[in-house]
């Protein structure tokens, strides 16, 4: 059964703006994109929002509800009580283009910042033979749908807009150490991720495995295992003495 819900959506371009209040009907079922899709038909046909697949799986609809990071497509209206008023406003972190869309590009440039997968030159496509314990702990990472909620609840760059060009971010940091323990990825990346990718900024917050949509453990299986293996390298003696003999440490 239907009811009419209270709305505070963020309406502005370029940084100006502010939150105007609706009221709008509710069905049985829906998700909070289904509503903001209503206002757009019914009050505010310039209202612009970004989405794709409305299945939680492009990442378009990030936005904060209720000052969490959530998937548009993914956040029920049964969560909410009928008589709360909810808030959507874009996420912090990133440039307000308008309403509720962000100027995203941040993020992929820190992606073009990566080196890409480097595999020995001898090995050629085909001939890659992996254990199947080293396929599972990437495997995980490669469900990453790229909504960008981990970045922008990232506190490192969410509250100090001067961390960025320094700090890629749990997202990217999470590639490198992908690729860092990929046994066919000749490229060293632990000094890459501490020197130019700022892994040293991240304190293990773990507010951007908290907000992730696919429940990827980023902080507990990528970012603490990266800082260890840095660590290794910097201040274990042996792993120090066996990077200068072998052209690279496991």
């Known amino acids: 059964m239907g009811y009419k819900a209270k709305f505070r959506v963020w309406r502005g371009e370029g940084g100006e703006g502010k ?6 009907e509710v069905n049985e ?7 903001i899709h209503r206002l757009q038909a019914t009050q505010a046909p310039d209202l612009a929002v970004r989405w794709n697949c409305k299945a939680g799986k492009c990442g378009s609809c990030s936005m904060e ?12 209206m049964s969560t ?22 962000c100027d995203v590009s941040f993020n992929y440039q820190k992606a073009r ?12 496509p085909g001939e890659y033979r992996m254990q199947q314990i080293d396929v599972e702990r990437s495997q995980e990472f490669r469900k990453c749908i790229e909504c960008f909620m981990c970045n922008n609840v990232c506190h490192v760059i969410r509250d100090h807009d001067e961390n960025k060009p320094a700090f890629a971010g749990p997202r990217f940091l999470m590639r490198i150490a992908e690729l860092d323990m990929h046994p066919y990825d000749e490229l060293d990346r632990r000094e890459s991720a501490q020197e ?12 951007c495995t908290e907000v992730c949509p696919e ?24 792993v120090w003495l066996g990077s200068k003999i072998f052209k690279r440490s496991n």
Do not use: Q, W
């Not at 509800?65 to 029920?76: A, E, K």
């Not at 910042?113 to 050629?124: A, L, Q, R, Y």
């Not at 130019?196 to 507010?207: E, V």
């Open 80 to 101: 909410f009580d009928e008589s709360e008023t909810i808030t959507v406003t874009p996420m912090r972190t990133f440039p307000v283009i308008k309403d509720l869309v």
């Open 215 to 238: 429940h990827i453990k980023i902080t507990d299986n990528a970012l603490i295992p990266m800082k260890e293996r840095v660590v290794d390298r910097k201040y274990d003696p042996l």
């Open 113 to 124: 910042e990566i080196p890409s997968f480097t595999p020995p030159k001898d090995v050629k």
């Open 29 to 35: 079922g829906e998700v909070v994109l289904d509503v």
């Open 196 to 207: 130019d990718h700022g892994l040293g900024y991240c304190n293990i917050t773990k507010c």
């Open 65 to 76: 509800i209720n000052g969490r990071p959530r998937l548009g497509c993914m956040t029920r």
């Open 19 to 24: 939150l105007e209040d609706f009221t709008v």
